[in-house]
């Protein structure tokens, strides 16, 4: 400094320093730092705020307030419920079942549907001196749908109070819920049973008279089925030969 001017070397740095005072809170800050503190958040949110307060302050692009981190997802409004709702929530629908065994066809098309039928029932008539008895038709009215199925489903809940008073006997009493389906096979048709405990006495000899034979011309009246079998759960050897103590036909 000569005659109070100032030197212009010491002007120039003066002015730096006053510059870079100035400007100091305006340097870019130190990325690797700030990538380091920005790891230490344990929460990813925590983390995202404090990038964008810092970018803000800084005024440092988005890249340093994102830090390797993805953007945190906005709160997800719900409706009043407390369940989300529309077609991205909503459960699908479930699968409708196979139609079952019960459901499939047990008359041909073609027969009535509508209104009501005579058909006959076979019962039971005990016979002086004989060991088994005589298998009579009775007559009912039953719904024309299904007929075969309603047929032996009346057979099984036995005979009416009228029918028991004209000396008519059954081994079936409010027995229709051991049935579970009629199938037909081109003309030969199934029933299916849960069971048939208790319907006969295990000594019984006349086990196909009183069993067997009314089910069976039940079944057999009706001009599309030639031939009625009958099963227990699915299997025919229950039947016949658990049951009848016989064979399996052929």
């Not at 730092?33 to 925590?46: A, I, K, M, T």
């Not at 407390?82 to 139609?99: E, L, Y």
């Not at 098309?109 to 005579?118: F, K, N, Q, V």
């Not at 008519?168 to 199938?183: G, I, M, N």
């Amino acid at each position: 400094m000569s005659d109070g001017v100032p030197d212009e070397g010491v002007t120039r740095a003066a002015l730096r320093r006053a510059a870079g005072a100035a400007a100091g809170d305006a340097r870019p800050p130190d990325v690797a730092d700030l990538r380091r503190r920005v790891r230490r958040r344990r929460s990813r949110g925590v983390a995202g705020a404090a990038g964008v307060v810092v970018a803000g302050l800084l005024g440092v692009p988005a890249l340093v307030a994102a830090v390797e981190e993805p953007p945190a997802r906005g709160p997800v409004v719900a409706g009043p419920s407390s369940s989300p709702t529309g077609p991205a929530s909503a459960s699908p629908a479930p699968s409708s079942a196979g139609p079952s065994e019960d459901s499939e066809p047990v008359q041909p098309t073609g027969e009535p549907t509508t209104g009501t039928r005579r058909v006959k029932l076979f019962l039971l008539r005990e016979r002086a001196g004989q060991q088994c008895p005589q298998v009579v038709p009775v007559t009912r009215e039953l719904p024309a749908q299904g007929v075969a199925k309603q047929a032996l489903r009346a057979l099984l809940e036995g005979p009416t109070e009228a029918e028991r008073a004209a000396g008519l006997t059954s081994v079936f009493d409010r027995d229709s819920h051991r049935f579970q389906y009629l199938k037909l096979d081109g003309p030969r048709a199934r029933a299916d049973f849960t069971d048939l405990d208790g319907i006969l006495d295990p000594d019984d000899s006349c086990e196909k008279t009183k069993l067997l034979e009314p089910m069976q011309r039940t079944l057999e009246q009706f001009k599309w089925i030639e031939e009625a079998r009958f099963s227990i759960r699915g299997d025919q050897r229950a039947f016949y030969v658990d049951v009848l103590h016989d064979r399996v036909p052929n």
